[in-house]
């Protein structure tokens, strides 16, 4: 088995309203200098060492990714 | 102005319902050897320059993550 991780983020062109809200809380602690906010996600596979990059990229396009206003990173062989 | 990520994932003892859905849709459409999928949060902050590790640690322990079920990991300026 090895780790593979995909970072997901969003296009810079599409607004992303989590991280609005999630700056407005900071602020709103009082946390100070804070230019913006914005959420993304990890996704960490434990797949079969046979599994390749294109493999990968191929569950990116289908399920993983909405590669409309998404972009995504592969990591394959994460160290666990 | 520089970019701080931060990664937020699951603890290793907590079941992660979402990982589980996206395994079953990936072997669904036919994807084999995948023994796991964990998904976590990535996110982008763009700080003020003074801005130190350990205030970003105050906002991740006061607002950007739940310590109870999960872990976080800093990553001080990120080349952006």
């Not at 609005?20 to 906010?37: C, P, R, Y």
């Amino acid at each position: 088995m090895k780790k593979v991780n995909v970072y997901v983020t969003l296009r810079e062109s599409v607004l992303d309203p989590q991280g609005v809200a999630v700056k407005g809380g900071l602020e709103h602690l009082g946390f100070a200098g804070i230019e913006s906010v914005r959420i993304g996600k990890v996704i960490e596979l434990q797949v079969a060492d046979e599994t390749t990059e294109d493999m990968v990229k191929e569950m990116c396009e289908k399920l993983l990714v909405n590669t409309v206003i998404e972009n995504y990173e592969i990591e394959m062989g994460v160290l666990a």
